[in-house]
């Protein structure tokens, strides 16, 4: 058998981990009450761990890049869970999801070339920051 | 005890359709053949012809479901290590994100509302674009129907994946980058899932555009259903 057993037991004892930090943060959204989940919570937290030094980043990239090549098996159990909203396509929905698909791709789009405008307008304005050190006075009048 | 086996024979299914399912996608690189299509098609269908309830399939589901908590923490890991690219970036990650959550937020909003469906449906549209752990939880927090929730942020996710990309080389998008900012605002995890075809800062850019109007999604969320229903 070739299977490396090292670096299996590695991902399981980082996902633990990681694990541990979502339970923590679930802990802490719910005595305090966070609009937030307890997932992002966990994720500030260790990312704040990180920063401070007491995880290395090496850690727990094995574990963090295997969860994220295989998310798409992770969204399986809750996609199997429109065998039960299969009445609700029946209905006369189509127009909605027509509308949730629009809205969704005008999303993207728009985040996309946003961003992608504010790259281009940063790259063409970076040489010019030098030399021109109070760009930003004008938006402290307001 | 019955319970425990049932459990760990839904996830052997489940997991016993994913690998194929990846190799398939892998050789043949059809957005249309991502592995959670055609693993969700092929389970559903085996649930629906053996007449296994959902309620035991999930016996197994829910043990692999929960991994999306730890895979949300796991985002610790790659924001730490391209924390330059995302400095270099924070301005077009805020500016982009938080742009596409707001009109995402106000056309889902809209066409609920025009359509004339009840308050639980267009609430638990709002947060459409949002990663389902935090969806579910921040429509149920302010009275949305969370089960529909999941669907809509699903279909949000799929949408986006296989149209998205179509859309932003249709208007003449180039950057890689943006493409993940894009990608991760719009259809959250699995955007980030798609991202991994435009490179590593993209996915970097994807999962912080994900995690920022996860943020974003929970402090606006209750504004919206304020302005709407007062």
Excluded at chain 2, 105 to 132: C, E, F, H, N, R
Excluded at chain 2, 183 to 212: C, D, P
Aim: glycine fraction near 10%; hydrophobic fraction near 50%; aromatic fraction near 8%.
């Amino acid at each position: 058998m070739d299977i490396p057993l090292k670096k299996y037991t590695g991902i399981v004892l980082q996902v633990i981990l990681m694990y541990g930090f979502y339970w923590i943060g679930n802990l802490i959204q719910a005595v305090l009450h966070l609009p937030l989940t307890g997932s992002i919570v966990g994720m500030l937290l260790l990312f704040i761990v990180i920063q401070l030094g007491w995880i290395r980043i090496s850690w727990g990239e094995e574990g963090s890049s295997w969860l994220q090549s295989n998310l798409q098996l992770l969204f399986i159990p809750p996609t199997v869970g429109i065998i039960n909203h299969f009445d609700f396509f029946r209905a006369n929905t189509l127009l909605l999801v027509l509308g949730l698909i629009v809205s969704t791709l005008i999303t993207c789009l728009l985040s996309a070339k946003i961003s992608e405008w504010l790259m281009a307008w940063r790259s063409t304005h970076q040489g010019k920051k030098e030399a021109i050190s109070c760009s930003h006075s004008s938006s402290e009048s307001e | 005890m019955l319970a425990f086996i049932l459990g760990i024979g839904m996830i052997a299914l489940t997991v016993a359709i994913y690998i194929p399912a990846t190799h398939l996608y892998r050789r043949l690189k059809w957005p249309i053949l991502m592995p959670v299509l055609t693993a969700t098609t092929v389970i559903v269908l085996i649930l629906i012809i053996s007449g296994i309830k959902l309620d035991t399939y999930m016996l197994g589901g829910k043990w692999i479901q929960e991994l999306l908590g730890p895979a949300v923490v796991s985002l610790a890991f790659p924001l730490a290590k391209h924390l330059d690219v995302l400095k270099r970036n924070i301005i077009p990650i805020l500016g982009g994100t938080l742009g596409g959550s707001i009109v995402g937020m106000s056309t889902g909003a809209a066409i609920s509302l025009l359509l004339g469906y009840p308050q639980d449906i267009v609430i638990a549209l709002l947060p459409k674009s949002i990663t389902t752990p935090v969806a579910i939880q921040l429509a149920d927090q302010v009275g949305g129907n969370s089960s529909f929730t999941s669907l809509f942020v699903m279909i949000a996710g799929f949408s986006g994946i296989l149209l998205g990309p179509m859309i932003l080389k249709w208007a003449r998008v180039n950057s890689k980058n943006a493409y993940g900012i894009g990608l991760g605002s719009a259809s959250h995890a699995l955007g980030m899932a798609r991202s991994f075809e435009y490179g590593e800062n993209a996915v970097a850019l994807s999962s912080v555009s994900m995690i920022v109007s996860a943020i974003a999604g929970s402090v606006m969320l209750p504004l919206w259903v304020w302005l709407i229903y007062g």
